[in-house]
C-alpha cells in the first residue's frame, strides 16, 4: 500500500491478486475450509524502496530492449544513463530507507509474507491415531 504501483512485488501479470491474511481467512471459510494456524514471517530481502526509486527512474526514462518497443537511437542511451547517473542519489537513499526500516518493520510485525494453514471443514478431523500409519 504504501508504494504503490511502484512496489517491486506487483511483478505484472505474474501476481494478479494479493490479499491480507484476514481477507485470505475469509475467503477460506466461504470456500468451506476451516483456518487452523496462521504464520507471519518477516520479509527475506529488504529491497522496496531501492526497486522504488528504481521503477521510478525507469518511468522517466524507459528501457527500450523489448521486441514490442521502437528502436531510440544513440541520444536516447545517453538520455536513459543521464536519468540514471543523476537518480543514483535516489536509489542510494532507497537502500538506505530499507535498511533503516527494516528492525522497525519487525518489531511491529509488519511483513508481506504469511501462512494459512487450513482444513477442509468436510474432512474428518485426524486421519489416523497414534501409532497406526496412514493408507
Known sequence: RMLGRFWFQWLQ??????????????????????????????????????????????????????????????????????????????IAAGFLADMLLLPLFKMFNMSNNYLVVARRADMPEAPFNSGERPR
Open 13 to 90: 501479470p505474474q501476481h494478479l491478486h494479493f490479499f491480507s491474511i484476514t481477507t485470505m481467512e475469509k475467503l477460506l471459510r466461504k470456500c468451506g475450509f476451516t483456518p487452523l494456524a496462521r504464520h507471519v514471517r518477516e520479509s527475506h530481502i529488504p529491497i522496496d524502496f531501492v526497486m522504488a526509486a528504481v521503477f521510478l527512474l525507469r518511468l522517466l526514462a524507459p528501457p527500450d530492449h523489448y521486441p514490442w518497443h521502437q528502436k531510440k537511437g544513440r541520444s536516447y542511451a545517453l538520455w536513459r544513463c543521464a536519468v540514471f547517473a543523476l537518480g543514483s542519489p535516489l
